[in-house]
């Protein structure tokens, strides 16, 4: 059963391509514009490419939840998971999602390494990004509640999903076991062969122990997007900012303006984060509208906002959204 799928990131795909066209736009904030872009577009089409593959295996299914896309927040830390299922015996797959045409090493210390277009570069470890956010999750869990029968917390299992024409590169498997890292469309396979080898007498018995009814792992699945909190869309770093365009020489007799140094609410950045949020002619500073969710606002909340412009970036946000910075 599908029950969430991926948010909708079009207002962020928009400001990263309208940034581009800034004039005031140094070399270093080029450069990070253009590899976030990449990177972000990348990442769209990844998590897309392992959903619809999700989505196909367990399209009817009677035992699974399906959710896409979810970012909870407990105690400050964040667990961004990019597919979360849903078992009614096995309890759940956290699953995260790497879009690497290219090729992939991982060597005998679990080391990841990407190589795309003649770029050689390491990256952190997906399973162990993934850990963390069980250890997340899992206090999530408990706190709402979501427990198996017996009172322990639920089993998580892990899995990375890469591009079908990705190239992996393996240790043996007696030094380090990356059977948990594969292929996007071989998921159906892999969940056999984990379903095959974990149900033994031991884990036949304890499913059936720990077994719940669709109607209910549905019910922990809407508790659980209840609890998603998604990124502010238009949120940029400080140093993307930009700087003001350098002063032209005066002609003899006339006066030099000062360039623009203070960053306020007519700046070209937050006029492009304003109008991708809205998709209004104008920036939203200073207005009565969520610059999230495009949604009314009360004036306390507006000046609530505007009294703190440095955390707010000069924008004003509901009170939901305002929890995001």
């Not at 392992?50 to 299914?61: E, H, I, P, T, V």
Request: charged letters at 25%.
């Amino acid at each position: 059963m599908l029950l969430k799928t991926a948010d909708d990131k079009s207002k962020r795909l928009s400001l990263l391509e309208d940034l581009q066209k800034s004039p005031l736009l140094d070399a270093k904030q080029k450069t990070w514009l253009r590899q976030e872009l990449g990177r972000f577009r990348k990442g769209i089409q990844g998590e897309r490419d392992s959903a619809y593959y999700l989505d196909q295996y367990f399209k009817g299914g009677e035992n699974h939840v399906v959710l896409h896309d979810l970012r909870f927040v407990v105690d400050g830390d964040v667990a961004q998971i990019d597919h979360l299922i849903i078992n009614r015996g096995f309890g759940m797959y956290l699953i995260e999602t790497k879009n690497y045409g290219g090729s992939l090493s991982i060597n005998d210390h679990g080391e990841f390494t990407a190589e795309y277009d003649d770029d050689r570069f390491g990256i952190p470890s997906p399973i162990e990004q993934s850990r963390r956010h069980e250890r997340i999750l899992k206090r999530l869990l408990s706190t709402l509640g979501i427990a198996n029968r017996t009172g322990a917390s639920i089993d998580c299992h892990h899995l990375v999903m890469l591009h079908p024409k990705a190239i992996i590169q393996r240790p043996p498997a007696k030094i380090f076991d990356t059977s948990n890292v594969i292929k996007a469309d071989q998921f159906p396979t892999w969940h056999g062969q984990f379903v095959e080898k974990t149900v033994g007498f031991a884990g036949a018995l304890k499913m059936v122990v720990n077994v719940r009814s669709l109607d209910t792992v549905k019910e922990w699945g809407e508790m659980l997007m209840r609890q998603h909190r998604p990124a502010n869309l238009l949120d940029l770093p400080d140093f993307m900012q930009p700087r003001g365009r350098a002063a032209t020489p005066a002609v003899k007799g006339e006066q030099v303006a000062a360039p623009a140094t203070n960053i306020g609410a007519q700046s070209p950045v937050l006029s492009v984060a304003a109008q991708s949020s809205g998709g209004e002619s104008q920036p939203l500073a200073r207005k009565l509208i969520c610059a999230h969710c495009s949604s009314k606002i009360t004036f306390p909340e507006g000046k609530f906002c505007w009294n703190n412009e440095k955390r707010f970036g000069g924008l004003q946000y509901c009170r939901e959204h305002q929890a995001l910075f």
